[in-house]
């Protein structure tokens, strides 16, 4: 990574040390559009002067690149966590609900691993509702903030981990190369063997219509 776009990813986290905010929690979640497979969120928190991994939005870097960065982002951080949110808990409540919950869940979990708890909270685009902890929604923030990314990097490998472990138990479906997004093989497939239990049937109200 260049040292200017390292520089950048940290404005918000300089932002809160010259405020004198001195533990920072960053908020991200991976999964919301796919037809199948939990929405996973990742909290990362870390002190506002660092150390920071070179992260950056999930999304921009390679499986591989992600996967190094997960072991470098749990080594440089206080404090850890990811949250899930099922498939039946998705329909149940519906998926932005669910990525509340999910989100929540993270940052309970990297809460409870320390004393020390976040003086803010950056969290890629939403608000959580009823929430304990100062918060600052940032749009875009998987891509301005090396907090935010790191907690995306946790999101997504975290998740992209579980749909290769389905993929074992559903074969035909390929999970493995599309992590449950819905590209033409899965439509396919779905059509072809049904819905498995990890399928969001609150996504796929057309093909439930169809029969």
Known sequence: MKPERFYELQQYE??????GICIIAG???????????????????????GPFPEADDSKKISEKKREALYEAIISKALSWGVGLADSRLIDEVNILQATHIAMKRAVEEACSKISLKPEM???DHVRLPDFPYPQMPITHGDALSVTIASASILAKVTRDRMMLEYAKVYPEYGFDQHK??????????IRTYGLTPIHRRSFLKKILEEG
């Not at 300089?14 to 405020?19: A, G, N, Y």
């Not at 979640?29 to 928190?45: F, M, N, Q």
Request: hydrophobic fraction near 35%; proline fraction near 5%.
């Open 180 to 189: 449950g997004y819905g590209t033409k093989s899965h439509y396919d497939a």
């Open 27 to 49: 908020v991200d979640e991976a999964g919301r559009g796919p037809l199948a497979g939990p929405v996973a969120a990742g909290c990362v928190i870390f002190k506002s002067d």
């Open 14 to 19: 300089r932002q809160l040390k010259e405020q």
């Open 121 to 123: 909270v950056l969290i």
